[in-house]
């Protein structure tokens, strides 16, 4: 998996010392209703596309960007759908530790085939909500759950954890 350059000139400083990244990710669905999901290189688990921001990119751009990197797909962003702090600290195989904030966005498939784009998954694939592959990331779960309540009633706008 790629490490994106400032988090690797953070990393020089830091060490494998817990970093807080904000993170995005894309729930896209397909005219049918089915949902794009890669199966990660790292883990051997399907998920939907994420991904961290970079210093100024604007997580809706950057949501879109990675689907387009990591499956070949143009995905279009309709909508925030959830803000997330995942309290699961991730910790990689070189010793590196992390934490996330999400970002997850509703996003909707504009043209492309999908097909493994890059080094971060082993497969990609459309499924239906209803028939997730397993093993899933339980986070994803929990993303594309957000984003079928958000297409459901857009007015409510993005879900997070009420005080």
Request: overall charge negative; glycine content about 8%.
């Amino acid at each position: 998996m790629p490490i994106p350059e400032f988090v690797r000139r953070l990393r020089d400083r830091v060490g494998t010392e817990l970093l807080w990244l904000p993170g995005v990710s894309a729930v896209v669905v397909d005219d049918d209703g089915r949902v794009l999901l890669g199966r990660r290189a790292d883990n051997g688990r399907w998920a939907v596309v994420s991904g961290i921001l970079e210093p100024g990119e604007q997580p809706a751009v950057a949501a879109a960007r990675e689907v387009l990197e990591e499956t070949g797909v143009t995905a279009e962003v309709d909508g925030l759908a959830s803000v997330v702090t995942d309290h699961r600290e991730v910790v990689y195989p070189n010793g590196d530790r992390a934490q996330y904030l999400d970002l997850t966005f509703a996003c909707r498939f504009v043209a492309g085939v999908a097909h493994v784009a890059d080094d971060e998954s082993t497969d990609v694939g459309w499924f239906s909500p209803d028939a997730l592959p397993e093993p899933l990331a339980p986070t994803s779960r929990e993303r594309i759950a957000h984003v079928v309540a958000y297409r459901a009633d857009p007015s409510r706008g993005a879900w997070f954890t009420r005080p």
